[in-house]
């Protein structure tokens, strides 16, 4: 059996002459022995509630419970156990809402050191993940707990910089019990300077319940008003918020409209000039574009019309503040069937049925066959993802990262859970953590093979005249040159990428300060 490592959970009430009782004080304890050292530089997480929030069958709600119990027998009184699904069957664990929340002591500690104290309220969180033994949670802060907002520095670091958001009504932990999860913080960190997407910061944790080692998880900042209110500067009571399949946050009329408005102009003559300035007008455009060609290019196969969603801000426009233009955008989550088939065409993944009926799907369906405009975007966006955001050099730079850190969190974390036999927990830990290493050498041979094929797809399925090319640049002077969307990193003063023929790009050149543009040389 894996030897579960454990902390020492400590729980105090007073009692006073008239047998009243005080608040629980809890106190969570490491001591950092041989085998609890291994935690000491981790972001570690203890979450403590009482036994019974988690594994009561009437209430709990980490167990398949009652509910579950009575739908397995009415369909074994019917005699219609193969159509049982324990997807749909009603666990405790798969509730939502505030029913569903239990109040839990979370302390979350930073290379040792309290970062976090406090009562919160804490759910099950995801779809098909809350099937495994090992589930993801949402915890939130509330008046009735103690406290409104939890206040934390965690998510402070190189890719934060000029934001400085500590507040936040909750977070998501995700839990890690295979490398595929994992790809969520690949996805994320590939792209986290790209402005079209919005992504939450995320960072690496392991989380101990009620004492005991849970596993490997990401610990994230959640995609709420709240977020959207601090990281771009907006007030949070005027953001709407959908998601996928409804409304997120905020007035449902607004999102009502959304979908109403892009099932109507998918019907429309999206090559008239007019017709698309309205489009421009009432969704951003780039972060329209940068939505497909991400999904797109990583071969996400779990997308479109699932993980992914949109946010609008509608109060007046904010002086110098592009974000309050009353447009919608858009953001892209949960990327674990992503980055898997380097041949995968992933145009055709977008006209399944239960794809196309979403309306801002059937949009860009009707822009990207029947407007130049955005079709010569998609595909220079895409070109721009192969070219400098998913090349090898920064593939290989990200993957020793991930070599280097992650490892011995993933093998832990898959070998708690696992229901395999080992012959030693020396010999476990060395097979998952190879295991480990080989999905991301797999990762990466997706991206080294992914543009060949891809150019391939794109070329056939958008019916393109022109076919890829080499685009060099060399610089004399001091500056930068903007292809695009990118900013390409430049060796020796020169710069090669792959571009279609017969589709117009935009370059721009950048001179450093004391510098001017002379110009252009063929």
């Known amino acids: 059996p894996y030897p579960v490592d454990k902390a020492m959970i400590i729980r105090a009430v007073a009692k006073n002459s008239k047998g009243e009782f005080s608040d629980i004080i809890t106190k969570v304890y490491f001591v950092t022995n041989q085998i609890l050292a291994k935690y000491q530089d981790l972001i570690v ?32 009184e019917n005699n219609e156990t193969d159509k049982f699904n324990p997807r749909w ?24 050191d309290i970062n976090v104290q406090q009562k919160v309220g804490l759910r099950i969180k995801g779809a098909v993940s809350r099937l495994s033994a090992s589930k993801s949670f949402n915890v939130f802060a509330r008046e009735k707990y103690g406290k409104s907002k939890i206040e934390t520095n965690l998510f402070k670091d190189k890719n934060t910089e000029g934001y400085s958001k500590t507040s936040y009504k909750g977070f998501s932990f995700r839990n890690i019990y295979n490398p595929s999860r994992y790809k969520d913080k ?27 080692y849970w596993g490997f998880f990401l610990i994230q900042e959640k995609f709420d008003t709240n977020f959207i209110s601090q990281k771009y500067l907006l007030p949070k009571d005027n953001i709407v918020i959908g998601k996928s399949r409804g409304i997120e946050d905020g007035d449902e009329d607004e999102y009502n409209n959304f979908i109403y ?51 609008k801000y509608l109060g007046d426009p904010i002086e110098g503040n592009k974000y309050s233009d009353g447009k919608w955008r858009f953001y892209i989550f949960d990327l674990d ?67 280097e850190e992650c490892p011995d969190l993933m093998a832990n974390s898959q070998l708690r859970w696992s229901s395999r036999n080992i012959r030693s927990l020396s010999e476990g830990i060395a097979n998952l953590k190879q295991s480990y290493l080989s999905s991301l050498d797999s990762l990466y041979n997706f991206y080294v093979r992914r543009a060949n094929s891809f150019f391939q797809h794109m070329k056939n399925y958008l019916k393109l005249r022109g076919n890829p090319v080499n685009l060099t640049i060399e610089i004399q002077g001091k500056g930068k040159i903007q292809v695009n969307s990118i900013l390409p990193k430049f060796k020796n003063n020169k710069w090669t990428g792959i571009y279609f023929s017969l589709i117009p790009i935009n370059i721009k050149a950048i001179p450093e300060k004391g510098y001017i543009f002379k110009e252009w040389n063929r």
């Open 45 to 76: 997480v203890s979450l403590v509630t009482n036994p019974e929030n988690l594994f009561d069958p009437e209430f709990g709600i980490y167990v398949s419970g009652n509910m579950y119990q009575e739908a397995w027998r009415r369909a074994v």
């Open 89 to 112: 069957a009603g666990s405790n664990f798969q509730q939502k809402g505030k029913d569903w929340e239990r109040e839990t002591f979370m302390t979350i500690f930073d290379k040792g």
């Open 186 to 212: 690949i996805g994320r960190d590939l792209t986290i300077e790209r402005e079209g997407l919005t992504f939450p910061n995320m960072k690496n944790a392991v989380i101990f319940l009620n004492g005991e």
């Open 261 to 311: 408005f892009c099932g109507n102009y998918s019907k429309k003559e999206v090559w008239d000039e007019k017709v698309y300035d309205e489009i421009k007008n009432f969704i951003d455009i780039d972060s329209f574009v940068e939505l497909f060609a991400n999904g797109l290019y990583t071969g996400n196969t779990d997308w479109p019309g699932n993980n992914d969603g949109e946010w």
């Open 337 to 403: 069937l992503s980055m898997s088939s380097p041949n995968s065409n992933t145009f055709l993944n977008i006209e399944i049925e239960k794809r196309i009926n979403y309306t801002y799907v059937q949009l860009y369906y009707s822009l990207v066959h029947n407007n130049s405009d955005f079709r010569h975007k998609i595909v220079n966006r895409i070109c721009d993802y192969a070219n400098e955001i998913c090349t090898d050099a920064v593939l290989k730079k990200l993957i020793e990262e991930y070599k």
